[in-house]
């Protein structure tokens, strides 16, 4: 028996739109529109630990940055890879 399908997220990076299952990551959901974030302590057969935060995005809402290998999407996700406020981090 399979289990019940991950809800869908509807995201959007850097103003490109793209729909993933919740819960990817959002470093892989990057990846797949050809955004490459760069990574130091990532290691994709690790559990993200985010520690270095060189893979740090803005989101739309919120106030701080949030680790891009550390962070699942969810519906309504809305991130800048290379806004100021990310380029100076
Ligand atoms: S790669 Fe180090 S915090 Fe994301």
């Known amino acids: 028996m399979t289990g019940t399908p991950a809800a869908a997220a509807h995201i959007t990076i850097d103003g490109q739109a793209l729909e993933v299952p919740e819960g990817t ?4 959901a990057a990846a797949t ?6 990574t130091l302590c990532y290691h994709p057969n690790l559990t993200p630990n985010a520690i270095c935060r060189l893979c740090v995005v803005e989101p739309s809402r919120g106030r701080t940055l949030i680790p891009a290998c550390a962070v699942g999407c969810f519906d ?3 991130v800048s890879t290379d806004s100021p406020r990310v380029q100076r981090a």
Request: aromatic fraction near 0%; charge should be negative; proline fraction near 15%.
């Open 25 to 28: 990551p959002l470093l892989q």
């Open 33 to 38: 529109l050809g955004i490459e974030i760069p």
């Open 76 to 78: 309504g996700l809305q």
